[in-house]
């Protein structure tokens, strides 16, 4: 039964934001109807976090070590035999995370859609599923690809892979969820309408995945299908390397819950989150957060002690994953331009920031567990992030590391 506009005031009013129901009256039937839905589905929760502080007092930080290339490189052979066996055992998943838009490249579609061929076509999500390849028939065996999109990407994610026939993986082996929303917040901490029938909102942040998959009712196909080890990377890497059977043995072998590939950073003031720790538990911190005794600080051999930074691609142990479920991560509010439409009903395209929205982050995870394996990769070989259209970490960029890799353009 749908909610009625009393039980929409009685669920609006503790939080002041009854202005959402201020066109209410003047709508049609069917804008009533949605405006409601909206409201019923809305978790006005993130609104408590407004009165706590808003961002969480940091710990205790301290260096963590990683496993080291020439470390990896001594037992490749037992890690990638371990990894291999399971992932023939079917335990291991992997979830790419694709709700972002290419915007910032000048392209108004999913990302993953990108092409970033120069004499033919090759688009990101074509790198990521030839990767993916590469491993499941060297293990003779595919994996279950878990793929998070957002409301405004999934049904052209879906045509998109569907009308590519997955780039030769089987279709079986996929499964689409969309990633969870929150409200967005203008300066004065009142929910923003895009129109007088619509709740201005957000996608919650890459910290949203595994909740995302709970509420998708995806939880018990890992059940049913033993999968034991989730591979979490994102859409914009294009020599991610995902299901990696060396860092999946390698994770197995350690006893950690989880493990996150690293880079040695490329100067002390690389702004890059480090895996370190925190009051003595896994943690990444940010570049910003970092002292000047923590950037400079070095250990006996002469190596950074904060010198690893993070290229989001995670393993999480699924048990301890479940765990986490009911658990609130915390919530980090981001300045930024939004659309809305005033008291007036007038469409207003700010240029400047007016805005907050919520977003949980996948680090926030890490801190969750109880150990965590930092696993270091050689950058070139794995690290070509597609961010911007042009300079660091742009297009260019990403192909000129493409072609070292020996992936033809």
Known sequence: MAMTKNEAICKLMPYDQLHLLHFYDKLSDSGKEQLLSQIESLDLSVLDHLNSEAEAKRGKFEPLGALTIEEIKDNEDKFREIG???????????????????????????????????????????????????????????????????????????????????????????????QEMAPVIDEDKKILLTAPDAVAMSPNGNGGWFSSMNRAGLLPLLQ???????????????????????????????????????????????????????????????????????????????????????????LFRTDKLMETLGKHLPLHMAHKAMAYVDENGVQQNPEKPNAYKFETLVLDMIHMQDSCLAYEVLREREFAPVKNKTGVDSVDSARELLIKNGVQL
């Open 224 to 314: 049913r299908e033993n999968i034991e080890w989730l591979n979490v990377f994102a859409v914009d890497n294009v020599l991610q390397r995902m299901a990696d059977p060396v860092f999946l043995g390698a994770t197995i072998d350690s006893g950690c819950t989880c493990s996150g590939k690293v880079v040695a950073k490329a100067d002390p003031n690389e702004r890059v989150g480090v895996l370190c720790k925190e009051d003595g538990k896994p943690s990444i911190v940010e570049y910003y957060e970092m002292t000047e005794e923590m950037i400079t600080q070095r250990e006996p051999d002469g190596r950074l002690s904060y010198n690893y930074g993070v290229i989001l691609n995670y």
């Open 84 to 178: 291999l066996n399971a992932i023939r055992e079917g335990k291991a998943g992997c979830i790419l995370l694709a709700g972002g838009q290419g915007s910032r490249l000048g392209f108004e579609h999913p990302k993953g859609m990108f092409n970033i061929g120069v004499n033919r076509e090759l688009y990101i999500f074509e790198c990521l599923f030839r990767n993916l390849m590469e491993v499941t028939e060297e293990a003779g065996s595919f994996v279950h690809l878990f793929i998070m999109t957002s409301e405004s990407n999934d049904i052209e994610t879906r045509e998109f892979l569907e009308e590519n026939k997955f780039f030769g993986y089987s279709e079986e082996y996929v499964h689409f969820f969309v």
